[in-house]
């Protein structure tokens, strides 16, 4: 059931008409989920997973730490995060995907370093929303670069509680930001918006309902800003 819903995810980003060429990832997002949603996840043809919760990743580790090195999935963190949740999850994360302020930036780089990051913007402006402003995303990028991070890319979200193509505008400044500062990863887009975000230029976009369906409850999950 998964490796259908992939196909079919996949057939709607080839389905956009868009004028990068460049190849779009699909970041599977198993927040909320048990743990053996890692390995279907991976044997379905995922080859990276995100998480929103320190908890969540956390009650994955064993199950991730098993895999052979050959098929390991990469493991994003896409959640806000606390800096007091870094050293926790240090060894485990291998892209921390919401860095948006200096005091995080210094926290990783001293729990992980060299880490690969992707900085987090708040292109819609929602108080609401984590990120930095895009106006700040120099300063934070030469933040990262002096404390010997390794900066790969942006990310976004776009605005709640609006129609996909309400997305476009933000979207479309991230991507101006990612080639401004020649960065690979732009990562944007999630079910209900992934072909505007592609349309807009993501080169990744997280995906968890459309891949495996409707999330188990519980409050910490409904009290949060959905991420995929």
């Known amino acids: 059931m998964i490796a259908a819903r992939l196909a079919e995810i996949r057939g709607r980003i080839d389905a956009v008409q868009r004028s990068w060429d460049h190849h779009v990832?699909?970041?599977?997002?198993?927040?909320?989920?048990?743990p053996p949603i890692?390995?279907?996840?991976?044997?379905?043809?995922?080859?990276?997973?995100?998480?929103?919760?320190?908890?969540?990743?956390?009650?994955?580790?064993d199950v991730i730490e098993a895999f052979a090195a050959d098929r390991r999935p990469r493991v994003d963190f896409i959640g806000h995060l606390q800096s007091n949740k870094v050293r926790q999850l240090a060894g485990l994360v291998d892209r921390w995907c919401t860095l948006d302020r200096a005091s995080l930036a210094k926290e990783i780089a001293k729990r992980d370093p060299g880490a690969t990051v992707l900085i987090q913007v708040n292109a819609?402006?929602?108080?609401?929303?984590?990120?930095?402003?895009?106006?700040?995303?120099?300063a934070l990028l030469r933040t990262c670069e002096d404390l010997g991070l390794v900066i790969v890319g942006l990310l976004a979200i776009g605005p709640t509680g609006q129609p996909p193509e309400a997305?476009?505008?933000?979207?479309?400044?991230?991507r101006r930001l990612v080639d401004e500062h020649d960065l690979d990863v732009c990562s944007m887009g999630m079910t209900a918006d992934l072909e505007v975000a592609?349309?807009?230029?993501?080169s990744s976009?997280?995906?968890?309902?459309?891949?495996?369906?409707?999330?188990?409850?519980?409050?910490?999950?409904?009290?949060?800003?959905?991420?995929?």
């Open 25 to 34: 990832e699909i970041v599977a997002v198993t927040k909320a989920f048990d």
């Open 38 to 61: 890692v390995d279907a996840a991976v044997d379905a043809g995922c080859h990276a997973i995100g998480e929103n919760y320190a908890q969540d990743l956390l009650s994955k580790r």
């Open 124 to 138: 819609t402006g929602e108080d609401q929303k984590g990120g930095c402003a895009p106006d700040d995303v120099d």
């Open 167 to 174: 997305a476009a505008p933000a979207f479309t400044t991230v």
């Open 198 to 202: 592609v349309a807009c230029g993501a």
């Open 205 to 228: 976009i997280r995906v968890g309902s459309a891949l495996f369906g409707p999330r188990p409850g519980g409050p910490v999950h409904q009290q949060s800003i959905e991420r995929g």
